[in-house]
């Protein structure tokens, strides 16, 4: 399994990656000009694709998220300000009144795509099923107005 990115530049991101990062180059191959990275063999791998063109992301938008452990988010974000990279949100902790405060930071490579690291701790318990859970998200999707908007506003 694996998630793909463009690259405008494919060494710049191989540097930023594997270089800064620190995933893992598990195949390259630079007559396709691609790269497979990733953290641990046994988890979904990141592949970047390098194109002709600058990317267009017109209207899209999205970020891809790690889990780490707590205590490597401070090296995370220091290495990223040792190398002048882009700090999109400082390292921050949210909080989720009744569940866990979740630390991030989020970050975006050479070519913009945003990238966030996540406390494993936290997220694990965040993510906990939780039977009432279900009926919460019942009872405010039944309040939701957003399908009147739409009708109202459109795509605006």
Known sequence: EKVTFASSNLQKSIDYWNGLLGLQIFAKDM?????????????????????????????????????????????????????DATILTPLISLDTPGKA??????LADPDGHEICFVDD???????????DDEKILDRFIKKDESGQLQKQYGDK
Request: with cysteine.
């Open 31 to 83: 007559e396709k000009r691609n790269v497979v990275l990733g953290f641990n063999s046994n988890e979904t791998k990141l592949e970047l694709q390098e194109i002709d063109e600058p990317i267009n992301r017109a209207k899209a938008y999205g970020r891809i998220a790690f889990s780490c452990p707590h205590d490597q988010q401070p090296t995370i974000d220091a290495k990223i300000k040792e190398a």
């Open 101 to 106: 405060t979740v630390r991030v930071i989020i």
């Open 121 to 131: 701790e936290a997220f694990r318990q965040l993510s906990k099923y939780e039977p």
